[in-house]
T-cell receptor, first 115, second 112 residues
Framework: DTGVSQNPRHKITKRGQNVTFRCDPI?????LYWYRQTLGQGPEFLTY????????KSRLLSDRFSAERPKGSFSTLEIQRTEQGDSAMYLC?????????????FGDGTRLSIL | QKEVEQNSGPLSVPEGAIASLNCTYS??????FFWYRQYSGKSPELIMS????GDKEDGRFTAQLNKASQYVSLLIRDSQPSDSATYLC????????????FGQGTRLTINP
């Protein structure tokens, strides 16, 4: 069990640039989630995949944000035209089975800094 | 009212004492409850899950759930300096909902 893997660990970019993050969930975990966490706050839900289907998106996920999980394995989160307010830790989590009462396990996150 | 509320602390406890962390939630229909530990700069790590009223013990950790009072707590016995971290309460608010709703976390410091 290698855990949830996220890349890159850190990303520094200028405002207006596009960025893409990758998440590799725990093997055979059907459920995959993206969260965003800012300093001093708990993680906030962004979006959820069951296998390759994106089943839920938060209002936080503006049209500049897009997420994919094309083959039901790894996922990518892209932010277009980044803004200062996008600076945060982006966390990916995965869970086994199809029901929400199975715990979610988090990766180490990608810390995004917008200059 | 926030959906999941925690006292942000900091909570300071002497080494060897019991640390008590509390969390309340707004939706009476909430189903699943989790405690995560987060060290500074690291990702949340699951330490306890609880689904039914009562106590659940795992080593030095005990989770307590009272659905009538919409209250979940975490007790850490024999606190160690390595327990110093932020503790996040997370809830799935409605049946079938997949997302976790987190409180803002309680910062716990164990003093040697």
């Amino acid at each position: 069990d290698t855990g949830v893997s996220q890349n890159p660990r850190h990303k520094i970019t200028k405002r207006g640039q596009n960025v893409t993050f990758r998440c590799d969930p725990i093997s055979e975990h059907n459920r995959l989630y993206w969260y965003r966490q800012t300093l001093g706050q708990g993680p906030e839900f962004l979006t959820y995949f069951q296998n390759e289907a994106q089943l839920e998106k938060s209002r936080l996920l503006s049209d500049r944000f897009s997420a994919e999980r094309p083959k039901g394995s790894f996922s990518t989160l892209e932010i277009q035209r980044t803004e200062q307010g996008d600076s945060a830790m982006y966390l990916c989590a995965s869970g086994e089975g199809a029901v929400s009462n199975q715990p979610q396990h988090f990766g180490d996150g990608t810390r995004l800094s917008i200059l | 009212q926030k959906e999941v509320e925690q006292n942000s602390g900091p909570l300071s406890v002497p080494e060897g004492a019991i640390a008590s962390l509390n969390c309340t939630y707004s939706d009476r229909g909430s189903q699943s409850f989790f405690w995560y530990r987060q060290y500074s700069g690291k990702s949340p790590e699951l330490i306890m899950s609880i689904y039914s009223n009562g106590d659940k013990e795992d080593g030095r950790f005990t989770a307590q759930l009272n659905k009538a009072s919409q209250y979940v707590s975490l007790l850490i016995r024999d606190s160690q300096p390595s327990d110093s971290a932020t503790y996040l309460c997370a809830v799935t608010l409605i049946q079938g909902a997949q997302k976790l709703v987190f409180g803002q976390g309680t910062r716990l410091t164990i003093n040697p």
